[in-house]
């Protein structure tokens, strides 16, 4: 077992960021959660964020910040998800972070807004998400952007 002081192997660390990434969007789609799957839920986002920032690029990154963002808007804590949202702001400017992380970070930020109460700028973030994601080129990820700004809690 590696201590802070002996690095993980980094494909064994991949593997575990991507696991505990994995584990994280099950607990997401459970209908109900315990507050224990939802601590396990924090945990395992946090977890798999800082695997990411050891052996990932930006674009890992900034993915692991979007869905930290998303557990905690999930979970109605609007300051840990504005957090997190900015971070996936700023890590997917990032020279070669791809369009559709650009497009998340902003259903991100949208999310985050809508939790906290300010249905302007969550309804400016989604307007600016779904401009972006109308420029991809994948149908694939396109689809995912707007199936995800369509579960945001704003009416309209």
């Not at 660390?13 to 459970?30: K, M």
């Not at 900015?86 to 259903?107: I, M, N, T, Y």
């Not at 972006?132 to 995800?148: F, K, P, S």
């Amino acid at each position: 077992m590696a201590d802070a002081l002996t690095p993980m192997d980094p494909l064994e660390e991949r593997r575990l960021a991507s696991e505990l990434f994995n584990l994280v969007w099950t607990l997401l789609e459970l209908d109900e959660r315990t507050p224990e799957q939802d601590d396990a839920m924090i945990h395992a986002a946090h977890a798999s964020r800082w695997h990411w920032a050891q052996v990932g690029s930006p674009q890992h990154r900034a993915i692991g910040e979007w869905q930290c963002s998303r557990v905690y808007a999930t979970l109605g804590r609007p300051e840990p998800a504005l957090h997190h949202a900015r971070r996936c702001l700023d890590l997917s400017a990032v020279d070669g972070v791809d369009p559709f992380v650009e497009a998340s970070a902003h259903e991100a930020m949208a999310r985050a807004l809508a939790v906290a109460g300010d249905v302007d700028g969550a309804t400016a973030e989604r307007n600016l998400a779904y401009g972006l994601a109308v420029a991809l080129e994948d149908d694939d990820d396109r689809a995912v952007i707007e199936a995800d700004l369509a579960t945001l809690p704003l009416e309209g």
